[in-house]
């Protein structure tokens, strides 16, 4: 077979994988056909590892039903694909006629063989659903990763290390294939830096926060390049649990500040109108920073370069992003208050020194007055109207759906943030919708009330909302301080009661999240959540003693445990 016959049959291969994906979002997860067959509350992943019949071939088949219906005129060929065929897309696949005269498309890099065809279809079929809050023609990791992918080596082989990872997920005898993908994507990654191109010389303001040198020739970053990094370090721990993408963080911050330059998206007019695969690039990498800032210590002006995507005046008409959903802001004051309570955390050690409790002092005063400021930020911010959020298409995910995800998020950074940092409270400053439980102790009462809001906010999304994907770790935040014995006082059995209950709703939803995502990192959650409830309950035994009283915030526990790991 010749070189340009291989490039052909690649290059029809990834459309009409794309091209069937997005005609199966007809009828596929989410839509009303599914919804009358329910086993279960929520829908578990199909397996693509059993069978004889390959799910390509399904998608084809629903692909010539489409065509049937919409294209009556098109003749259909009775045969379904196969990859050894010459795949007759100009006549069976109208829609995909222009992109295969397009150059662009070719993947020249790409031999296609029957494993790699079934881990990328497993990419549009699964992944695709259950790695975003939404799915539809309207998610990027279809509509924008299918088309980036198809001119970029580097994205395509971190698509199929991450596609790997899932569909070969404790299959002890296949655990070399995602372990091959990984490996190629890497070395993808280390070829594209090492010939990375700089730009011409670029004049920057100095009060920018995203300025690495002023004047000076940047590096020219793709957006493919970004993505590429930022998927090869949120998925590591589906490769391996006690991953955490960490070196991939750190060496992709310098090159996302490049790019926001390179890109001018530090003027604000620019900002507001960034293109949808700008808006992936941002939302991405704000909720990676977001999800990594409780897994290790690091300088609160690190985060420095997200401030300019905390613009209090977003758009009229707000295009929801797979993993931040409305409210991208909300995730940099997360990113920003996980550091800060990893940075009060860290001020513990000085105590063994004999004049350690001053310095200790004299730093918890200087992180005192950044939590002030960003306590400020975060309850200034106002969520959008839910009548400016664009439909995306997904009947599963509602607007609704999204503005209550982002209202959690609120409230779980305050929720951290006064835990952390009790002076920085104010009754005043309740957000809309915490619960009151009551006069006594602010901050416990505060917290409570918080946590009691997010979970029961959560508690009234539908377990096959697709905001599912997403709810992690505002789970363990709320979850975390469910303490059943609740402060002296009246009502204190209902309140007992009310604990036990949210605690076996999170395990419930939890569980529900493994049984539709099969991930190694939500059980890792669900650990350090029953290590903090047993701890808590035996507060009551210890604090009366002299030993000191063992921690139970999720953080500690979590690095006590070596149970760092990917939560988004």
């Known amino acids: 077979m010749s070189d340009e016959s291989q490039r052909r049959r690649a290059k029809k291969l990834a459309v009409l994988?794309?091209?069937?994906?997005?005609?199966?979002?007809?009828?596929?997860?989410?839509?009303g056909e599914t919804q009358d067959d329910k086993d279960s509350e929520v829908q578990a992943p199909r397996s693509f590892t059993q069978g004889s019949s390959s799910s390509l071939s399904d998608a084809r088949e629903h692909l010539e039903d489409m065509l049937e219906i919409q294209l009556p005129s098109t003749s259909i060929s009775d045969q379904p694909s196969t990859l050894c065929d010459d795949v007759q897309v100009d006549e069976e696949c109208p829609l995909a006629l222009d992109a295969l005269h397009d150059d662009s498309f070719c993947l020249t890099s790409y031999t296609p063989t029957p494993q790699t065809s079934l881990i990328l279809d497993h990419y549009f079929t699964t992944v695709c659903h259950f790695n975003s809050s939404f799915d539809s023609a309207n998610n990027p990791f279809r509509s924008e990763v299918a088309r980036m992918m198809a001119d970029s080596p580097l994205l395509f082989s971190c698509v199929l290390s991450m596609s790997a990872a899932h569909l070969y997920q404790g299959d002890k005898n296949s655990s070399y294939v995602p372990l091959e993908f990984q490996t190629e994507a890497m070395s993808h990654l280390s070829q594209t830096l090492s010939e990375l191109p700089m730009s011409e010389?670029?004049?920057?303001?100095?009060?920018?926060?995203?300025?690495?040198?002023?004047?000076?020739?940047?590096?020219?970053?793709?957006?493919?390049?970004?993505?590429?990094?930022?998927?090869?370090?949120?998925?590591?721990?589906?490769?391996?649990v006690s991953a955490t993408g960490l070196p991939h963080l750190h060496g992709s911050r310098?090159?996302?500040?490049s790019w926001v330059v390179f890109n001018k998206i530090t003027d604000m007019d620019n900002r507001r109108q960034m293109t949808r695969t700008q808006t992936f690039v941002v939302s991405s990498m704000v909720y990676w920073e977001?999800?990594?800032s409780a897994l290790f210590d690091q300088q609160y002006e690190g985060l420095s370069h997200l401030n300019i995507f905390c613009d209090p005046h977003p758009p009229a008409l707000i295009q929801p992003c797979p993993w931040t959903g409305i409210a991208t802001p909300i995730f940099v004051f997360l990113a920003k208050t996980l550091t800060l309570v990893r940075n009060n955390q860290s001020l513990k050690s000085l105590r063994v020194f004999e004049s350690g409790e001053s310095h200790r002092k004299a730093l918890y005063t200087e992180l005192l007055v950044k939590a002030t400021s960003l306590k400020r930020e975060i309850v200034e911010y106002r969520l959008p109207f839910v009548g400016l959020i664009d439909n995306i298409g997904d009947p599963c995910t509602t607007p609704d759906h999204l503005l209550a995800i982002s209202r959690c998020y609120h409230m779980a950074a305050l929720l951290e943030l006064y835990s952390a940092f009790p002076e920085t409270m104010g009754r005043e400053e309740r957000p809309d919708g915490t619960i009151d439980l009551g006069h006594g102790d602010d901050k416990t009462h505060l917290v409570m009330g918080l946590a009691f809001s997010i979970l029961e906010s959560l508690e009234r999304i539908p377990d096959d909302s697709g905001t599912i994907s997403i709810q992690l770790l505002s789970l363990m935040i709320a979850?975390?301080?469910?303490?059943?014995?609740?402060?002296?006082?009246?009502?204190?059995?209902s309140k007992r009661l009310e604990t036990l209950r949210l605690r076996t709703?999170?395990?419930?939803?939890?569980?529900?999240?493994?049984a539709a995502v099969r991930l190694g990192p939500i059980g890792n959650a669900m650990l350090i959540l029953e290590e903090v409830w047993a701890r808590m309950d035996i507060l009551p035994t210890v604090e009366?003693?002299?030993?000191?009283?063992?921690?139970?915030?999720?953080?500690?526990?979590?690095?006590?445990?070596?149970?760092?790991?990917?939560?988004?």
């Open 17 to 31: 994988i794309a091209r069937d994906a997005s005609m199966q979002l007809k009828s596929g997860p989410g839509s």
């Open 201 to 240: 010389e670029c004049a920057v303001h100095d009060n920018q926060p995203t300025a690495l040198v002023t004047r000076e020739r940047i590096l020219n970053v793709s957006d493919d390049l970004l993505l590429s990094i930022i998927f090869l370090g949120m998925t590591a721990a589906w490769h391996d």
């Open 254 to 257: 310098q090159l996302f500040k």
């Open 290 to 292: 977001a999800m990594s």
């Open 479 to 493: 979850g975390s301080v469910l303490g059943p014995v609740c402060p002296k006082g009246e009502g204190l059995g």
């Open 505 to 514: 709703f999170v395990r419930q939803r939890i569980h529900k999240m493994y």
């Open 544 to 568: 009366n003693l002299s030993s000191a009283m063992p921690s139970c915030h999720w953080i500690d526990i979590m690095s006590e445990k070596r149970l760092e790991t990917m939560f988004g």
